[in-house]
């Protein structure tokens, strides 16, 4: 174990996704003089490249020399802030910076034709700026060990997505934006007072001193400790879009751009996931504390009413929008079954953070792909109806196929790398101890998905394109195909090889 006592010090990564935040403006002074807007764009991209590299280059110090400590105040007294780095927070933040990276490079043209699809608006200046801060937020809340920080990088994380959502010059986009401002202001109020309760309870924001402070007390099961769980996962769940707090999700994700979407959706999901379990979990021993039905039952409840959602949806973005809350069911569901298990935690896990991220790759891709649609047939036909969808195949097989082959992975078909990540979870189901009854729910859930993924592959593959879509002649640019060719080959990459991730997590 590496420890970094004697200086102020923090993450690499996070050091130089914070340091864009300073660049960016510098780029678009450039830009103004220069009359040249993808100044910002081609430095976005450069600059993921880099936090990329710093990211694979602490992997590999880690894996030599152990898990690296970071404490950002050199004052011992104040050592409760704590940032941890390990295989397996550095694999999450990895994935989530290359589907940064692989946004960069989609927006350099659809993000101008999207902000222009009115003829009501400008290229969004600050595009990037948000883009980056967000990241930054996700990478906080998955290093730190420190419930107050993590509250901070949660907030760094959600607060620009309002931005964000609202992209598009349309009123239902700041409709959209306004709503999931104002559900996701009140989570992060539940989620600020359940942090405080934990200090109250234990005097301290350090999650395992926290811990080890119940552990000395006994885990007394006071009204505290109760606030303390339920506000938290009410704070959480608002913003992971869980059964009950999910009603922004189709309006943000159905008028958000598609590379937002991209983002924004695996990003939030992970840093859910970790925040559960290192606030709840990690801290609050589930055989003394009874919320594990509470945990399985919702993620059962998520999945179910996204798949019942995601099933009769003809608008194609409101439909990702409904498909991943059934997804971030899956992931709730994971973390219910860790609960219910007295051993075998650390395997559990990584069952959870396995679908996680299959699900930002996955879903990434998928944005991006139906993007691609609308950027060729919502000029022609003015609706994103499943229609643009009919034949698509024939005239445009890149995007077909990053369409064909996201929805069956996130379907959990062989041999996709969907299908690794979701048998590892029915895996840690069986050998767990929960309810059979949850089991069988899953598997329908799961059934229920394969029927509208199969019934939107039709459309694409099998049917035959109207004659508006036979005289289009226009393709995708370039930078666009690009980024779903990476998204291609990291999808089968992972299927073919699926012991490069999971060794890791």
């Known amino acids: 174990m590496i420890e970094f006592l004697s200086q102020t010090f923090i993450p690499p990564p996070i050091i130089l996704a914070i340091s864009m ?48 400590h970071f404490y950002p105040v050199s004052n011992p007294d104040y050592r409760a802030i704590e940032f941890i780095e390990n295989t397996t927070n550095l694999s999450i933040i990895f994935v989530i910076t290359s589907v940064f990276f692989v946004v960069t490079i ?13 003829d009501e608006g400008t290229y969004k200046l600050y595009y990037y700026f948000l883009l980056y801060s967000s990241l930054v937020g996700a990478m906080t809340v998955i290093l730190t060990n420190d419930a107050f920080t993590l509250f901070v990088g949660w907030e760094f994380m959600v607060l620009p997505g309002y931005a964000l959502v609202s992209l598009r010059p349309r009123a239902k986009a700041t409709e959209a934006g306004i709503k999931y401002a104002i559900q996701s202001s009140i989570g992060s109020i539940f989620l600020l007072f359940g942090i405080t309760v934990m200090y109250e309870i234990s005097g301290t924001f ?55 979407g991209a983002f924004v959706s695996g990003t939030f ?23 594990s039905s509470l945990l399985l039952w919702a993620g059962i409840l998520s999945m179910t009413v ?50 996680g991220i299959a699900y930002a790759v996955l879903e990434g891709g998928l944005f991006l792909a139906i993007g691609n649609l609308l950027y060729l047939y919502f000029p022609l036909f003015a609706t994103r109806s499943v229609k643009i969808l009919k034949g698509s195949a024939k005239n445009h097989t890149t995007t077909a196929f990053t369409i064909v082959l996201c929805s069956l992975g996130l379907a959990g078909i062989p041999p996709t790398f969907g299908f690794v990540s979701k048998l590892t979870l029915i895996v840690a189901a069986g050998i767990s101890q929960i309810p059979l009854i949850a089991i069988i729910m ?27 879509i036979k005289q289009i002649k226009s393709e995708v640019p370039f930078s666009m195909n690009l980024s779903l060719a990476v998204i291609i080959l990291v999808s089968l990459v992972l299927t073919i090889k699926p012991e490069i991730w999971l060794q890791f997590l």
């Open 106 to 118: 989609y927006s350099l043209k659809y993000l101008r034709w999207e902000t222009l699809l009115d």
């Open 442 to 468: 899953f598997a329908l859930n799961s059934a229920i998905s394969i029927l509208y993924y199969a019934r939107y592959i039709n459309n694409l593959v099998f049917t035959a394109p109207e004659e508006k």
């Open 306 to 355: 996204g798949n019942l959602g995601a099933i009769k949806q003809k608008d194609i973005r409101r439909f990702l929008g409904y498909s991943s809350i059934a997804q971030r069911g899956y992931l709730l569901f994971g973390l219910g079954i860790i609960t219910y298990s007295a051993t075998q935690t650390e395997e559990l896990l990584k069952a959870v953070y396995a679908q």
């Open 21 to 68: 935040l300073w660049l960016l403006p510098i780029a678009r002074w450039l830009e103004a003089r220069l009359d040249y807007w993808k100044i910002k764009s081609y430095l976005s991209i450069i600059w993921s490249l880099a936090v990329l590299s710093s990211i694979g280059w602490e992997f590999y110090i880690v894996t030599q020399y152990g898990e690296k």
């Open 269 to 291: 999901a992970l840093a859910s996931v970790v925040a559960i379990y290192k606030l709840i979990i990690n801290v609050f021993e589930p055989s003394y504390y009874s919320y």
């Open 206 to 260: 350090n999650l395992t001193r926290i811990n080890k402070a119940l552990i000395q007390s006994n885990y007394p099961e006071g009204t505290n400790t109760w606030l303390a769980i339920s506000f938290i996962i009410i704070g959480i769940g608002v913003t992971a879009g869980f059964i009950g707090m999910q009603t922004w999700i189709p309006d943000a994700y159905g008028e958000a751009p598609s590379s937002v």
